[in-house]
């Protein structure tokens, strides 16, 4: 039988541009939740929350008979979670902190199958090694306006800046959307990918992935 159409709660434009490399067929809704952090609550219980309600919240506004799928990524920098900078200041200080050292992005994803009311959860934590940029070059890439839709006021992927060297965790997740955690999440529910996700996900980013095998034989976390 046919796949159905699943439905990606985001309206973020790189997680639905990420997706449709899978070769599923995708709806788009956005999922507006309270994003406000508890006190006290660890990152990756935090940022799974917020997956896992998006998930929920569109599955009660719209009817659909495929999954349906969220994600949440943070930036977390030495117990501090960094968000998205509100300002040429914020964006200059979170890159300043970043430089020369590793940080963690956690990225939860939450596959939602609501006719079944079973919630699929996973979890990818990369290690993310930032260069030691120089002054100037956080000054041209603050005046290029990227960093400021972008927790930790960075883009993995953008040539200009490049701000991450040698590293060796999923590229896709630091983005926004692990596709190989998602595969291996709607495997469970017997939906297989009609593209070469890892293959397909690592020619678009131009990134030799060291994890994809092991994550979706189910050794990798991430």
């Not at 260069?131 to 890439?141: A, C, L, N, W």
């Not at 990227?146 to 953008?158: N, W």
């Amino acid at each position: 039988m046919p796949s159905p159409t699943f439905v990606l709660a985001s309206n973020s434009p790189r997680r639905q541009k990420m997706i449709r490399w899978t070769g599923w067929k995708f709806d788009f809704h956005d999922a507006d939740v309270d994003e406000r952090r508890r006190v006290n609550e660890p990152p990756a219980d935090y940022v799974m929350r917020l997956a896992e309600t998006k998930a929920r919240v569109a599955s009660a506004r719209i009817r659909s008979e495929g999954p349906f799928i969220a994600a949440d990524t943070i930036v977390v920098d030495g117990g501090e979670l960094l968000g998205k900078p509100e300002s040429d200041e914020d964006a200059r200080r979170m890159l300043r902190q970043l430089r020369g050292h590793s940080h963690q992005v956690y990225t939860a994803l939450a596959v939602y199958d609501a006719p079944n009311l079973r919630m699929l959860k996973d979890m990818c934590v990369t290690q993310v090694p930032m260069r030691s940029y120089s002054d100037g070059e956080i000054e041209r890439y603050v005046a290029s306006r990227d960093p400021f839709d972008k927790a930790g006021g960075y883009a993995i992927q953008h040539t200009g800046f490049h701000p991450v060297e040698d590293m060796r965790g999923c590229c896709a997740s630091v983005m926004g959307l692990p596709l190989c955690h998602l595969v291996r999440s709607l495997r469970e529910l017997h939906h297989e990918p009609p593209n070469d996700v890892p293959r397909t996900c690592q020619t678009n980013l131009r990134y030799n992935c060291p994890i994809s095998a092991a994550i979706l034989r189910g050794e990798q976390a991430g």
